[in-house]
């Protein structure tokens, strides 16, 4: 093993480790893609991860100076094939490899940008953050799944989106109190977080549920390799969105929503019944 083939595989680590700390849920859903997947994905996620980070978390520094680095950084890394941030390095690889949209790496600073911010949004901006979060994330997953046909991408670019859409909307619900105690933030347009209405509450679940519709259809039509992974990522999240349903637009503002690891397993085991059975 060469010493660079040694550093990709140190930084393959690096981006898998984030993954795991950062996420069981998503972590557990990627270790049921195909194994030629999995790096991929960690890839994308280290890389999203870090840039939230900074937008979310570190309070205590100068967040503008940070963001404007790692985009610096991230571009330097995309031109010169390699980087010594090893998540950065690893994000260049998978980029690079699968060819991805650069339009969509550009959406997603945007959106990263915005959060640095305290704004009310509407519904222009509510969509263009929603965009450029979290429904870029999803097509630069499909991305990899397509592996380069084409054809079969922009079939479900669509629903891809969608699936990138409801899992952000159902963060920002059942995350509402915290970002707006601790981050100031209210994602919903036309909501206030101390007015927090029943009705308020229906309006966004009725355009979750529609998201998660059209992400189903396209989950159906994913390749082998994806599909079951991807399902079970959707099934969860489903569930966590059927729970806040379930729930009283009173208590979301005081509780935060969690499904347990004993639920998880269930959600799993009933999935792997259904796709056994070819009933996705």
């Known amino acids: 093993m060469s010493s660079y083939q040694l550093y990709n595989e140190v930084t393959a680590h690096t981006s898998k480790y984030t993954t795991l700390r950062y996420s069981s849920s998503f972590s557990s859903a990627i270790k049921l ?14 890389f999203v991860r870090f840039a939230d980070e900074i937008v979310d978390t570190f309070h205590d ?27 950065l390095h690893r994000f260049q690889i998978t980029y690079n490899k ?23 949004y509407t519904i222009d901006t509510y969509q263009t953050y929603i965009y450029g979060s979290a429904e870029v994330v999803g097509l630069m997953c499909l991305f990899i799944f397509c592996d380069g046909d084409k054809a079969l991408y922009e079939k479900l670019k669509p629903s891809a989106q969608s699936l990138g859409a409801a899992f952000q909307k159902v963060n920002f619900l ?20 101390k007015n927090f209405t029943k009705e308020d509450k ?10 998660f519709e059209a992400a189903l259809e396209g989950i159906k039509q994913l390749p082998l390799k ?13 569930s966590l969105f ?11 503002l005081h509780t935060r929503i969690r499904i347990p690891d004993y639920g998880k397993l269930f959600i799993f085991a009933k999935a792997k019944i259904r796709s056994q059975l070819n009933l996705l």
Request: negative net charge.
């Open 226 to 238: 994806a599909r079951f992974g991807v399902y079970i990522a959707f099934k969860y999240y489903f």
């Open 202 to 211: 229906l309006v966004i679940e009725a355009d979750i549920q529609k998201d």
């Open 174 to 193: 059942r995350d509402i109190k915290a970002d707006f105690e601790g981050l100031e933030r209210m994602y919903f347009p036309n909501c206030d977080f």
């Open 33 to 46: 893609l195909h194994v030629d997947l999995r790096q991929p994905i960690y890839d994308i996620y280290g």
């Open 242 to 252: 059927k729970k806040i349903k379930k729930t009283q637009h009173h208590s979301i």
């Open 98 to 120: 699968y060819g991805i949209d650069k339009d969509l790496l550009i959406a997603f600073l945007k959106s990263m940008e915005m959060d640095l911010s305290k704004q009310e």
């Open 61 to 87: 520094y100068d967040k503008h100076q940070l963001l404007n680095k790692f985009t610096a950084d991230t571009y330097l890394a995309l031109e010169q094939g390699i980087s010594l941030n090893p998540i």
